[in-house]
T-cell receptor, first 114, second 114 residues
């Protein structure tokens, strides 16, 4: 129940295309869903996050779509650029808990080809 | 911009030796975390620390692990007797009180156990 499932494992997109990464969770107590971007040799960096009271959140070229009934959420990267090439992790957390620990998905390696 | 820092960036040790990984969280943050990432795998929660005590630990965080906040700025992870399977990237993260789940990660320490 603590798992967050992420797909695809890897993704190749042409420059200017749309990258879509999907995640699913089981624990309905989760109420905070961030996406982290990680470049090789670096720590994860928060990209965008959403709470389940909204169905979509957009920040620049990055959009999270959230489907509470299906317990799924996805990251859309519009106009993908070579600089977006990185590993993307979805995560989930229960902010009412004592720790707010993050449960991460397995990651998606995105390669944007010029 | 404030950031989480970690030292050393790379630690090589012999199996059975003790290692201490150091972190300086963002100065006004109150929640501290250690995560690890085995090469090519997802980021896994190890332990959370708040108000000078462990608030939650995972099943990975056994008796060989300990954490400490020895002064007002440092947060350390000690592994008493390292095993080969402890080889991983170890990330420190911190979070402010009231910030909705937003954890800021350090650049990580790569631990190699020979």
């Amino acid at each position: 129940q603590q798992q967050v499932k992420q797909s695809p494992q890897s993704l190749i997109v042409q420059k200017g295309g749309i990258s879509i990464i999907n995640c699913a969770y089981e624990n309905t107590a989760f109420d905070y869903f961030p996406w982290y971007q990680q470049f090789p040799g670096k720590g994860p960096a928060l990209l965008i996050a959403i709470r389940p009271d909204v169905s979509e959140k957009k920040e620049g070229r990055f959009t999270i779509s959230f489907n509470k009934s299906a317990k799924q959420f996805s990251l859309h990267i519009m106009d993908s650029q070579p600089g977006d090439s990185a590993t993307y992790f979805c995560a989930a957390s229960r902010t009412s808990g004592a720790t707010n620990k993050l449960i991460f998905g397995t990651g998606t390696l995105l390669a944007v080809q010029p | 911009e404030p950031e989480v820092t970690q030292t050393p960036s790379h630690q090589v040790t012999q199996m059975g030796q003790e290692v201490i990984l150091r972190c300086v969280p963002i100065s006004n943050h109150l929640y501290f975390y250690w995560y690890r990432q085995i090469l090519g795998q997802k980021v896994e929660f190890l332990v959370s620390f708040y108000n000078n005590e462990i608030s939650e630990k995972s099943e990975i965080f056994d008796d060989q692990f300990s954490v400490e906040r020895p002064d007002g700025s440092n947060f350390t992870l000690k592994i008493r007797s390292t095993k080969l399977e402890d080889s991983a990237m170890y990330f420190c993260a911190s979070k402010n009180l009231g910030a909705e789940g937003e954890q800021f990660f350090g650049p990580g320490t790569r631990l190699t156990v020979l």
